[in-house]
């Protein structure tokens, strides 16, 4: 891995994916296009640290969703890195093992987790390690001035800005998805089509 993609500005998408979404999808072009990247890794997380998780959840079927959401889209790399690793997924672990001379890794974060940031795993040396990224996820103007708060802290501290992605945020999450699917409401608004279908044959969240 660390011989790969050498020279390149690569982004880094992770999360629980729990499903992946057509959110997820439309902000991953955005990141590839406005950060100029030459490759974005899509990484679902084995066990994710700073959420629950379905004690029912298969990480497999998570990679497999991310697999059909992103087929087709050149430069994405859908990584099963972490759910190999197992356990809890620190970041601070994926981006060392993505680390290589001359490669700019950027580290793409939502609202939630710009706000949270100082609480990750090893945070400072997160900074170290990427230039950050990150993308609204809501319209909450009641946010604003919390978010420009910690982007300052952030700054103050390890001399990284935080870059942000241009674009209107869509209002979706994975929750809403997974109470969709069991109340039996559809769900192709909410998610690409081979996602759905692979919900549907797998009988994903009915429980």
């Known amino acids: 891995m660390a011989e790969q993609f050498a020279d390149t500005r690569v982004g880094i998408y992770g999360g629980t ?8 999808v439309e902000t991953a072009k955005l990141f590839m296009e406005q950060m100029r ?3 974005l890794f899509v ?3 084995a066990i994710p640290p700073h959420k629950e998780i379905d004690p ?3 990480p497999m079927h998570r ?4 697999e059909l959401a992103f087929a087709g889209m050149d430069g ?8 190999k690793r197992g356990g809890k997924s620190y970041t601070v672990d994926t981006l060392k093992a993505l680390s290589a001379k001359g490669r700019r890794l950027l580290l793409l974060c939502g609202t939630d987790m710009v706000l949270s940031f100082d609480t990750w795993y090893k945070y400072k040396e997160i900074l170290d ?3 950050p990224v990150y993308m609204r996820r809501e319209k909450d103007a009641m946010l604003d001035t919390m978010i420009v708060n910690k982007l300052a802290k952030y700054y103050k501290e390890s001399g990284k800005m935080f870059r942000k992605l241009v674009g209107e945020p869509i209002e979706l999450n994975s929750t809403e998805i997974r109470e969709a ?3 039996g409401k559809s769900i192709s608004r909410m998610v690409p089509p081979a996602v759905e279908k692979y919900i549907i044959e797998n009988r994903l969240y009915k429980d």
């Open 56 to 58: 029912l959840d298969n």
């Open 43 to 45: 990484i679902p997380s």
């Open 76 to 83: 994405v790399v859908v990584s099963d890195m972490e759910i």
């Open 17 to 24: 994916f729990a499903p992946v979404h057509n959110a997820h």
């Open 63 to 66: 990679l497999k969703m991310c």
């Open 37 to 39: 990247l030459d490759y």
């Open 181 to 183: 699917v069991k109340a």
């Open 129 to 131: 390690l990427c230039y």
